[in-house]
């Protein structure tokens, strides 16, 4: 079920006049629409939908767009055209007023810049999107603390930003967003300023929280390894427009045109692809033990030891619970022939 969704969305920054609108009808570059009018098109006639729980990444170059699209979802950015319909409201429409009560009752936002309060403790800036909410102080931050056990940074309640790593400081910006307890979750290009290593935990620790919270996610970076290793779905940005959405087996294996194709020629699919873009979800899994199972979340690297020793099928499990298998002719289709697999496969 789609909880958000974007209709022939256009944002031009300076003059939208018919002149700019006939070229954008031509199909004019933004190269070509900028050097004719001075108008620079950020976002060109995007169409998407985001299900319920997803996490939808939208991945581009400096300039492509991929942030003023983040703000054009919640307005924070006002389109040019378009219409962005969530949860069967139409956003686009609303006044000011009923729409600071649908942001506040719908969006919470992860920065790049983790945006905390250096005189407000961690619990304080935790608890901070519910106290600008009139939540009771005790209720607020009860959930501030829950939110902070959630992503590991049980203990620090009391200390300051200053006194914290970027990862941590980041975590509390992710605390936060999750005590807001909304149920769509914005995060623009949130780990970019963080060190690799601690790049690649904070990617891992929303995954896991994700399990759980099933948050819908959009998701702003400009890395290819983090859409994979995060996106359910990948929508990649050249330009202000849309190039290609698919699952990272998609993008991967049946890259839309050349741009998308430079992006992927040089990826090694197996150490991208995880157990759950390939595993089928239809059979039984009551037949499968979680003992002899792989889990989920494991690259596909670590299923070439159970086909080695002969097994054509093997158990996928999360949490201790099998939930599907996977098949040595679906990792040998993806890795050999690189196309053709999809949702339907």
Request: glycine share 8%; aromatic share 6%; proline share 2%.
């Amino acid at each position: 079920m789609s909880v958000i969704e974007v209709s022939n969305m256009t944002k031009v920054f300076g003059q939208y006049d018919n002149k700019v609108k006939n070229l954008l009808e031509e199909g004019k570059s933004k190269t070509e629409i900028l050097s004719e009018t001075g108008s620079t098109v950020a976002v060109k006639s995007v169409d998407f939908s985001i299900d319920e729980g997803e996490v939808f990444v939208v991945m581009g170059l400096s300039g492509s767009g991929k942030s003023t699209l983040i703000r054009l979802i919640n307005r924070l950015i006002e389109p040019s055209t378009g219409t962005i319909t969530i949860h069967g409201q139409n956003v686009s429409e609303m006044g000011k007023e009923e729409l600071r009560e649908f942001r506040r009752k719908n969006f919470s936002m992860v920065f790049q810049n983790f945006a905390l309060f250096p005189f407000k403790t961690v619990l304080e800036n935790a608890a901070f999107g519910l106290e600008v909410k009139d939540v009771p102080k005790s209720e607020r931050l009860e959930k501030a603390q829950s939110a902070l056990s959630l992503v590991g940074l049980d203990g620090y309640e009391h200390q300051y930003p200053s006194q914290l790593s970027g990862g941590m400081q980041q975590r509390v910006g992710l605390a936060r967003a999750l005590a807001n307890d909304t149920d769509i979750l914005l995060m623009d290009e949130a780990f970019s300023a963080l060190d690799p290593l601690i790049r690649k935990e904070m990617q891992q620790e929303l995954v896991h929280i994700q399990k759980d919270m099933k948050k819908t996610i959009i998701f702003i970076t400009h890395d290819l390894d983090e859409a994979l290793n995060i996106g359910d779905k990948i929508a990649l940005m050249k330009d202000g427009e849309i190039a290609q959405i698919g699952t990272p087996v998609d993008i991967i294996t049946s890259p839309a045109d050349d741009y998308v194709r430079s992006f992927v020629k040089d990826i090694n699919h197996a150490k991208v692809l995880r157990i759950k873009h390939l595993m089928d979800t239809t059979g039984d899994a009551a037949a499968y033990s979680p003992e002899d199972a792989i889990e989920s979340h494991e690259l596909l690297t670590e299923s070439f030891n159970y086909f080695k020793e002969g097994a054509e099928v093997i158990a996928v499990k999360e949490d201790d619970k099998v939930v599907g298998t996977l098949s040595s002719r679906a990792v040998y289709k993806v890795l050999a022939e690189g196309s053709g697999v999809g949702a339907d496969d």
